[in-house]
């Protein structure tokens, strides 16, 4: 098992640029996660997805879109790139009983200039 | 809706020597609890957690935390700390009405384990 993998591990965007964080699970866990990393605040939740088809938000969705086609794939899509956009990108998953351990992927670093 | 505060944002420690990093939370809900291990340039893994059962939870590389309810606190101990130690812990919360099994985390202590 590969568990959860995110591209691309770096990326530097200039203001307005688009782009999208992949995230792939081979556990097939029905619950999907996505979290930013500021330095000394933890991690926000920007959006979750209980299912294919179903998202939804989290404490910081602004300025992102996600989807869910498919179990094992949940992208996170940044339209209109900003400075405060500017953080670390992990991507997470979990089956919906039992412990309520998330598995988390590597993370993607994100730089908006 | 909860919150998580770590108290200290750094620790700084001798090897061999005791450790404590604080965690309280404030929830208007019953909470399972959490401790998150994020190594440099590596994604979090779970250290140890709190769902039920006895207070005391003893998880990987030696580490426990202690739930006190009326404290509201999930303090994590380890009695010896190594140099491979050193890493960023994260408390986290989740409450047990969550319907996605959403985590709320606190911002994170970063223990540096000296020589």
């Known amino acids: 098992n590969a568990g959860v993998t995110q591209t691309p591990k770096f990326r530097i965007l200039k203001i307005g640029q688009s782009m999208t964080l992949q995230c792939t699970q081979d556990?097939?866990?029905?619950?999907m996660y996505w979290y930013r990393q500021d330095p000394g605040m933890g991690l926000k939740l920007i959006y979750y997805s209980v299912g294919a088809g179903i998202t939804d938000k989290g404490e910081v969705p602004n300025g992102y879109n996600v989807s869910r086609s498919t179990t094992e794939d949940f992208p996170l899509r940044l339209e209109l790139a900003a400075p405060s956009q500017t953080s670390v990108y992990f991507c997470a998953s979990s089956f919906p009983r039992g412990d309520r351990k998330q598995y988390f992927g590597p993370g993607t670093r994100l730089t908006v200039t | 809706a909860q919150s998580v505060t770590q108290l200290d944002s750094q620790v700084p420690v001798f090897e061999e020597a005791p450790v404590e990093l604080r965690c309280n939370y404030s929830s208007s809900v019953s909470v399972y609890l959490f401790w998150y291990v994020q190594y440099p340039n590596q994604g979090l893994q779970l250290l140890l957690k709190?769902?039920?059962?006895?207070?005391l939870v003893k998880g990987i590389n030696g580490f426990e935390a202690e739930f006190n309810k009326s404290q509201t606190s999930f303090h994590l101990r380890k009695p010896s700390v190594h140099i491979s130690d050193t890493a960023e812990y994260f408390c986290?919360?989740?409450?047990?009405?969550?319907?996605?099994?959403?985590?709320?985390f606190g911002g994170g202590t970063r223990l540096m384990v000296k020589p």
């Open positions: 986290a919360v989740s409450d047990l009405d969550n319907a996605g099994n959403m985590l709320t």
């Open positions: 709190y769902l039920s059962g006895s207070t």
């Open positions: 556990m097939n866990h029905n619950y």
